[in-house]
């Protein structure tokens, strides 16, 4: 079974930092492209970053570009997202996913969220 | 970056009604597109992808439809478990997008 597992939210000041990671079970995650989803409060769904399957690749949002980073490693089964001078519009539930992309019927699998919480 | 148009943002319907969900995208982007459910505190779950594939085990009330910049979501006979949130996903090109959202609500 599939399981995606986040973690490392919790309350922060802003200019601070944090690192989440998500920890992959259940499949090969080293052949599989991830990503970060967000969702502040009451609010809809945020793209954030995707990383290929060796962690070659990266790309952000335009909000969270040159402040967070997306890094993967393979032999822990971990994604991480390490998220430095936040800003309260960054709190938010941060998803991990995978398959967001499909072009065929291969599922996507979505961590249950963990809260970032940028506040004085 | 390409913008992701949603409408609407709300509705209110019956069940056995048949809604329609739309998204505009500020360019092409093929079938680069999904569209995910959403039910309170609960991960988004993906319905259609490419435009028209019904994803496995999701009702065939649900399809897509579209391609270039302008893509719809019907749902046919409204059952009380798709009150929810939608949303589309455009994959084509980074920074990738989420449309808005529209929330299908119980009249």
């Known amino acids: 079974e599939v399981q995606l597992v986040e973690s490392g939210g919790g309350l922060v000041q802003p200019g601070g930092s944090l690192r989440l990671s998500c920890a992959a079970s259940?499949?090969?995650?080293?052949?599989?492209?991830m990503y970060w989803v967000r969702q502040a409060p009451g609010k809809g769904l945020v793209w954030v970053s995707h990383?290929?399957?060796?962690?070659?690749?990266?790309s952000y949002a335009d909000s969270v570009k040159g402040r967070f980073t997306t890094s993967r490693d393979n032999a822990k089964n971990t994604l991480y997202l390490q998220m430095n001078s936040l800003r309260p519009d960054d709190t938010a539930l941060y998803y991990c996913?995978?398959?967001?992309?499909?072009?065929?019927?291969?599922?996507?699998?979505w961590g249950q969220g963990t809260l970032v919480t940028v506040s004085s | 970056d390409i913008q992701m148009t949603q409408s609407p943002s709300s509705l209110s319907a019956s069940v056995g009604d048949t809604v329609t969900i739309t998204c505009r995208a500020s360019?092409?982007?093929?079938?680069?597109l999904g569209w995910y459910q959403q039910k309170p505190g609960k991960a988004p779950k993906r319905l259609i992808y490419a435009a028209s594939g019904l994803q496995s085990g999701v009702p065939s009330r649900f399809s897509g439809s579209g391609s270039g910049t302008e893509f719809t979501l019907t749902i046919s006979s409204l059952q009380p478990e798709d009150f929810a949130t939608y949303y589309c996903l455009q994959h084509n090109s980074y920074p990738w997008t989420f449309g808005q959202g529209t929330k299908v609500e119980i009249k």
């Open positions: 360019q092409g982007i093929g079938n680069d």
């Open positions: 259940g499949f090969t995650f080293s052949t599989y492209w």
């Open positions: 990383i290929n399957r060796d962690g070659s690749s990266t």
């Open positions: 996913a995978r398959g967001l992309g499909a072009t065929s019927g291969e599922g996507d699998y």
